[in-house]
């Protein structure tokens, strides 16, 4: 049975940190471009972050604009394990985050930020920033 499931979501304060992790069964998340998705009340699922599969070469992950310098993406092949680790949270941030495998382990600039390019989902989880 194919799954993905997200932990280590919760609440923080502006400035704090906070690392998601999804992890994979039923398949090897080696072979799958890997997301971080998020959304917001109200707002549309969104593209955060992306990383080809470990056997393509890239110029790396792809970040939204506004994660730069303070999200990264990585992965733990031995774990089967997607990470999300996040610094410096702000209220922007307060979302429901996602994790998804693609099956075209890579794409036209390695990895795609679009949901509709995601075969797999996680659950979801929800991170909030407030003080």
């Known amino acids: 049975q194919v799954q993905l499931v997200e932990s280590g979501g919760g609440l923080v304060q502006p400035g704090g940190s906070l690392r998601l992790s999804c992890a994979a069964s039923g398949f090897n998340l080696e072979y799958y471009a890997v997301g971080w998705f998020r959304q917001a009340l109200g707002t549309e699922r969104e593209g955060v972050s992306c990383?080809?599969?470990?056997?393509?070469?890239?110029?790396?992950?792809w970040y939204q604009d506004s994660v730069k310098g303070r999200f990264t993406i990585s992965r733990d092949g031995a774990k089967n394990t997607i990470h999300l680790q996040m610094n410096d949270l702000n209220f922007e941030d307060t979302a429901v985050y996602y994790c998804?495998?693609?099956?075209?382990?890579?794409?036209?600039?390695?990895?795609?930020?679009?949901?509709?390019?995601?075969?797999?989902w996680g659950q979801g989880i929800q991170v909030t920033v407030s003080s």
């Open positions: 990383i080809a599969s470990s056997h393509h070469r890239t110029d790396g992950p």
């Open positions: 998804a495998a693609d099956r075209e382990g890579f794409r036209v600039g390695g990895c795609s930020a679009a949901v509709s390019d995601y075969d797999y």
